[in-house]
Structure formats: C-alpha cells, structure tokens
C-alpha cells in the first residue's frame, strides 16, 4: 500500500514553517483514523526502515484503530493474526529506541486487552514471556529482554487501570491479569535480583503499576519484593535510589494499603531501620536528594497511616510509631536554613499537622488525655529543637534572601508558625514556658534571631496560649521588663510590636501588662522604619484598651501627633492610615477642647499637604488618612458639621473645607472621566459617617453626575450600594437626595446602553438591577417621591426585558417583580404600572411563545402572576386584547392554546396549580412549534 501521501502529510505537520498547511495535514491525517483502509496503512508505517516519526504515528494510527474499530470493521480471526506481528514489533523497537520501545509497548497493551474481552488471546503473559525470554533475548540478550518485559507488564498494568470496557468484558480482563499474578511477582523477584540496575529500576516500576491496579496484588503478596528493595538500595546510584523511594511512596501511600494493616505494621521496621541507615550518613555528607528521598516515604507512611498508627496499642507497634515520628523529627530539625541549605523540613509540616490535630481529636474520644500525655515529651522536644530554630533567619554574615528564597521562606513559616499554634491548644502552659525561655535566651546570647522566632511564636500560637483559664507565663514579657532588653533590630521592633497587637485584648484584662506594652511602642514611634507596626500596635491597645488608656492618653497622643507632623508626608499611604486610626483612637479619649488642640496642632501641615499633593485620580487614595481624621473628629466635635460656619477658623471646618475642594478639583480635572468618577467615589465611600453629608453636597453631586457620559459607572453604583448599607433606613433628607439625584443619572446611562453597547457591560447593568431592588426594600420612600425617577426605572427594565438573551435577564425579571410587588400598596406606583403593564405583558406572551429560552420560563410566569395580582382589572383585558390578534404572538399559536392559557393563567395563581402550570407550558411549547395543537 502505498503511504506517501501520509509520509508528506507528516512531514507538513512536523516540519512545514506554515501554520495553515500544519491545520490542513493535521485535519487530514485525523480523518485517517475512522477509515478501514488505516489498518494496511498503519502496518506500512511501522516498517523498520522507516523514520522515527512515521513510526510513531503509525503506532497511535493502529492504536487508534484497536481501540475504536475492532468490533466494526476487523474479523476476531484477523485479530489473532496481528498479534505475533505485535510482539515482533516489540522485541526490535526494544533494541531500537526508548520512543518506539514505549509506543509498542502501549501499542502490544492496547491490543491484549482487546484481544482478551474478545476470547482471541488468553495467558497474554506467559505467552509474551515465553516469546521475549525465548526468541528475542538469545538475540539482545537477558537483560535487554527482561528491560522489555518488564516495561510492557507495566504498560499493560496502566493501560487496564484506564479501559473504558465494562461489565463483562472488563470481567474476562481482570480475570486474566488476577491469574497472571504470581507468574508476574516471580518476573519482578528475577529482575530485582538480576543484579542490572536498569533491569531493576523497571521491576521496581512494575511493582508499583500492578499493586495500584484494581486486579494487582495485595500488600501481603508483595511483603518480601519489599523488603527485597529496601535491600538492594544502592544510594550511589542517583536513579536506582529515586526508583526505590518511588516505588515506596507509591505503594505506602496508596489506598489498598489501608487493606493489609497487619503487614504494614510488620513492614515499619524495615522501614524505619532502611530511613536510619540512609538518613544521618546523607545529612552529614550534606545529600539532600537522598535525605530528601528518604524523608519522603517517612512522611507519605505518617500522612497516610496517622489514624492507623495511632489506633496501635501493642507495645510493638506503639514503639514502631514512636520510631517513625523520630524519623520526621530528625527530617523537621535537620541542620540547615530553609530554603537555602535544605528543603526536606518542609515537606514534613503537614505530617505533625495531621498528628497535632489526631491527638486533639482522636477517633476513640476517650483516649485523648492517653495520647496526649504519651506524646507530650515529643511535641516539646519538636517545638524546642526543631520548629523554633527552623523560624529563625539566616545568621549574621550571610548573603540575605533573594526575593523568591523570601517568599519561600515567608509560606514556610506560615506553616510552622500553625504547627506551633496547634501545639499551643494541646499545652498552653508547657508551650509558653518554652517560648519564653526561648525567648530570654536569645536575649542572654545577644541573638536578635532567636529573640524574633521567639515573638514570632508567641504571636501565632496567642490563641492556643491564653486558651485556659490559668495564669499564663506571658506575663514575664512585661513583668520582668523583657521588652525593655529586646535587642535593636527591626525585624524584633516588627516582631514585638505586632504581638503586643495580637495580645492586646489580653492586656486589657491584665492591667499590668499595658503600662510596658505602651512605653515600648511609644519609643518605636520615634523611628521611621518602625512606625507601620508601633501605629498597627497603637491602635490594638486603643480599641481593647480604651477604659485603661485615659491616664496615658495625652502623653500618647503628644507623641502620635509628633509622629503624625514629622512623617507623615514620607511613609506609605497604608501606613499614613494606620496612624491616623491609631491617633484617632486616642483623640476620643481626650476632652473636647483638647481634640481641638491637637488638631490644630498638624491642621497647616495637613491642608498644606491635601492642597499640594493631590490633583490626579492615581493620588486620590492620599486623601484617606484625613478623610478619616475630620471623620472621626466631625462625630466628636460639639458643633455638628452641617452647623459650622465656614468664615470661622475652627480645626474641623479647616479640614473639611481643605477635602471639599480637593475633591472637587479632583473631579473637573483633565484626566480620563472614569479614572475621576473612580477616584472621587473611593473618597466619599471613605467619608462615609458624620462628615459625609458636609463632603459630599449637592454642589459635589452636580459635578460628578456632569461627567456621566457613554463610559461604566461602576464606582457610583458601588457608593450608592454602600451608601445604603451604612445608613439604612436611617438616611437624611439630604442623603436621600443625594441617592435620588444619582439613581436618576445612572437610569438616564442604563437606558442609552440598551441602545449602544448593551453587550459590552452586563456586569454594570446587573449591578444597576441589584441597587434598584436595594432601593425597593431599605428606602422606598426615594421611588414614591420621585415619580420621574420611578418611571425612567421602569422604562429602563421594559429596555432590558427586550434583550432575553443577555446574562442579565434573571436580574432584571427580579427587579421588576419586587417593583410590582410594591405597587399593590403604593397608588403612584399603580399608576405607573398601568402605564408599562400593556408592554411587560406582551413581552412576556412573546417570551414564552419563543422570545425567551424555555428555562426561563416559570420566570415570565412569575412576573405575570405577580402583574396580575397588582392590577387584576387591566391584566386579563391585556392579555385577551393581544391573544386577539391574528398571528398572535406567532403563527404557530392555535386559538385553542390561546383560549386555555387566558382561562387559566389570568386567574389567581394559587387555585387550580395543575392546570394553570399545564395551559402554560402548553401555550408555550405549541408557539414554539414543540407540540401540534
């Protein structure tokens, strides 16, 4: 058969520098594979002489065919005569390459598991042994033939696990295989003793692909092929070594080993003395790989068989357990900074995790106190000589991080720090006694490293540590003016500060901590680098601590009003904003008079600052820290906002005033329109409170609903949105105006996108839908003031309910239903419905004729029945007005189909279900041509 056409296609797919010749050969060489001539194609293809390539797509064509065609076009006698041509083709790719030794190997596999659903080749593997050991190996040899064997036994073992064949078909398959078993165990047994690394890296696969298999071996069955590795290990050689780890990673660590616990458990010595020989001799040469490797079989025996393991109550296996958990111990603390040095600590975290929360919870509940007791010694041994070192960062004189090490070492952390919390919830007590001591060490050994994983510590497992009800240890931190020792350096300063924040509502329970807790932040304050923490810290002791704080508060606020004048035009606007909370909070605790003071204080800096430093949409968020302070000083001033005479020079008006006209030269700058709209309503979101209404007058509303235009309106239905969550039911005349003013613009917009790019905005006009129906519920009075706006709404859902198809359309039908809800109890809305009621019911008629998608059906019906109960005297009339109509809503409608669904579906809803939901769908599916009437 001549295969030049194909060979020329392949070399277009392959070679060609056209993308539309690869897409016309690819398409070509695809339909090859549904065609009965492809069988005498394939075999052409797969002649020794030809290329690499057109081998291999000639292996994946017959392939194809097997899989797909054998029952169709391919006789059962023709079948069992490919079959020696199979295993010719394996023992030559054997010798040829790994790639086509590979390709006929699935190639030989997919054929034998067709063959045997179909009764055509039964002993698929004494007769392919009989063959490879026989014929081909006097020819390559032993070990070549052995490689062979073993590699298509995996294959065949993989390609099982994945046939699609069921019931009895997939019966004959696994009754083969199960009966091949031991003849397979005995070919695995002689390729681990044949001495031939190769040869025994494939047997150890082998192993691994028939015991994950549904038809493979149990556990038991391969104790002694096991054990049989595990001495035959050669840690000199990198690949062999790594097969074996594999082989036990995947063996330990799969599902049927739960089967055969018995034989796990006897299996744990073995293990345990294979990790203890590997383990320490390749630490000390510092062999990662193989310390790594190792450490991997220890922790998938922990992650899997943790429950198991501690269920054990014989002496032996508890000891077996015990070994086990050493060997993760000695992988958690080995030496080394993570990531740089080693990165075997890590993968053992989740193990201690799964063991932590098995001790806290174990399956028989009353041997919980047992357990805790047995392993108690353990954990203190894993916190004190592992976890809290391996916190630690790199010692003085070493290169620091680079960013990705950074990262790495951030996420581990985060990990050991919640092993260390958990460990805290088992022995608060005992954990703490070992974090402060930790603590005071490196305090006495000058170690700023030690001191930071110490604080770091605390601050993680703060939960677990003050989780009873006794005295804790903590207090030394304060009592014995450890704070006052911690050593100078900014990491600590971080450390420090943000476990006085995490201990803040503790503090407010134990007076005598707050006093060191205070001094120490107020000396943080003076530098620079340290203030996003001490402000982070300041403003934790001022919202737990505020019945303490009075004594202390002027000398705090002196000192955050320092802070606030000498930085705050350097440091990053997050951490402008913490300080300006922090300084707030303090401010509150002061008198009137001397709030004023204070602010008067930094009022020049700060209108200097606002008047200089913000003119564009990307400065805006400067504005924040501010908006906040006139915020939180607006609710305790003595003069309410609105009161305040702008000619008068008083700090809060100063501060308002100077925002109020940032905001507005914000919003008629020359930058992008949405950019402005977006900058602006961040602002008035941040205001939101006693100064809101003062920002944000109609003035501020004319303006920003002047830049309104064909662009998204994201950001004003979010303040809108938020607006109304922050005030509620309790809104002002003045907000009301506001929400009403810019309801009625964004209604204005919606409109012009139903008729432009509808398209290109769904997200906005769902939100828009989603505001409205907020409308409804908290301030409807806004609809019933203001009859224009009600109607432009209206008008606004009658243009959206004329698009079905948009992703909007649930949104809408939602929308309007709540709106006509309402209207049974409001006579302006009444009148306004009547107006649209006509339109809503035609557009239901024709959406359930055919307009709109039958599962939005019961929708429409909704909307009608919900129409109907509101206006029960014009619906009907509506409804038989339009059905009237010749052609009505299409041709298809029969007058029968006509006359059941106005019978039926005019009347209330809640009498005679059946046939109201009956006469529905039949109108339905007779207007769309589903049924004949």
Known sequence: MDTTAVEQALHTLYHSPSTELKKEADKWLSQLYGKPEAWGIAWELLKPEKSTDVQFFGADLLRGKLKTSTSQDVSAEQLAGMRDNLLQLLGKAGAASKVMLTRACILLATYAIEAITVDVWNNVVAHTTQYLLETVAPVIGIPMAQSILLEFLSVLA???????????????????????????????????????????????????????????????????????????????????????????????????????????????????????????????????????????????????????????????????????????????????????????????????????????????????????????????????????????????????????????????????????????????????????????????????????????????????????????????????????????????????????????????????????????????????????????????????????????????????????????????????????????????????????????????????????????????????????????????????????????????????????????????????????????????????????VFIFDMDLVEKLVSTFGATKHFAVVNLCSKILTYYGKDCSQQILEILSKLLFELSKVAISYFQTNLYDNPDLVREYFDLVRQIVRKQRIILLQNVELTNLILLVSVGALSCPEHPTFTSVTKCVGEIINLGKTEQILIELLVQHGRSLTDFVLRGAAGAVDRTLLSKLMGMLAQLNRTLPQHVPEWTKELLAQDGYPNERTSLKAKEAFLHHVTTDRSHRKTQHDKAIHRFADVSRGLVSD
């Open 158 to 692: 993989e390609e099982t696990t994945e046939t699609r064949h069921v019931g009895e078909r997939k019966t004959k398959l696994v009754t083969e295989l199960r009966a091949s078993i031991p003849q397979v165990l005995q070919l695995i047994d002689n390729g681990l003793q044949s001495g031939n690394p190769d040869v025994i890296i494939i047997a150890l696969k082998c192993l691994s692909t028939w015991f994950a298999g549904t038809f493979g071996p149990s556990l038991d069955m391969i104790e002694r092929h096991i054990a049989l590795a595990i001495q035959i290990t050669d840690a000199s050689n990198a690949d062999l070594f790594e097969a074996v780890v594999d082989m036990l990673v995947s063996l330990v660590g799969h599902p049927k080993s739960h089967d055969n616990p018995m034989t796990l458990k006897a299996m744990l010595p073995f293990l345990i003395q294979w990790h203890q020989n590997l383990f320490i001799p390749a630490l000390n040469d510092e062999n990662m790989d193989i310390a790594g490797g190792v450490t991997r079989v220890a922790v998938t025996l922990g992650e899997t068989h943790m429950r198991m393991l501690l269920d054990a109550r014989e002496e032996e296996n508890i000891n077996n357990l015990n070994g086990c958990l050493r060997l993760i111990l000695d992988a958690t603390g080995c030496k080394g900074s993570f990531p740089r040095d080693e990165k075997i600590s890590d993968t053992t975290q989740r193990v201690w995790g799964f063991f932590i929360e098995e001790l806290n919870d174990p399956k028989d509940q009353e041997r919980a106190p047992e357990l805790q007791q047995r392993y108690g010694d353990l954990l203190q041994i894993l916190l004190k000589g592992a976890l809290l070192k391996k916190l630690e960062y790199l010692p003085d004189g070493e290169d620091p991080f680079d960013s990705e090490e950074r990262g790495e070492f951030q996420g581990y952390r985060v990990n050991v720090g919640e092993n260390i919390a958990s460990i805290a919830f088992l022995y608060p007590i005992i954990c703490c006694e070992i974090l402060i001591e930790n603590l005071k060490m490196g305090i006495t050994q000058s170690s700023w490293q030690q001191v930071e994983a110490s604080l770091y510590g605390i601050r993680q497992a703060t939960d677990g540590l003050l989780s009873k009800k006794e005295e804790s240890p903590l207090k030394q931190i304060f009592q014995q003016g450890l704070l006052a020792m911690l050593p100078a350096h900014e990491k600590v300063y971080k450390a420090a500060l943000l476990t006085i924040g995490s201990l803040a509502d503790w503090i407010s329970q134990n007076t005598d901590c707050l006093q060191p807790a205070v001094i120490y932040t107020l000396q943080a304050l003076e530098h620079k680098d340290y203030l996003p923490y001490a402000s982070k810290a300041m403003e934790e002791l001022s919202h737990y601590c505020d019945e303490l704080l009075p004594p202390f508060a002027p000398e705090i606020t002196e000192k955050l009003t320092q802070t606030f004048l000498q930085f705050h035009s350097q440091i990053q606007n997050k951490d402008r904003l913490t300080l300006t909370r922090a300084m707030c909070n303090i401010m509150l605790l002061l008198p009137h008079a001397a709030i004023n003071l204070q602010i008067e204080r930094f009022l020049g800096p700060v209108i200097e600052y606002i008047n200089s430093n913000v003119s564009a949409p990307g400065e805006a968020i400067q504005l924040v820290p501010y908006i906040t302070i006139a915020t939180v000083v607006c609710g305790k001033s003595t003069i309410p906002p609105d009161k305040l005479d702008p000619s008068v020079l008083h700090p809060v008006t100063a501060i308002l005033n100077a925002l109020r006209g940032a905001i507005h030269m914000l919003l008629m700058s020359t930058t992008k329109k949405e950019d402005r709209i977006a900058a602006t309503c961040g602002l008035l979101e941040a205001s939101l409170g006693e100064a809101f």
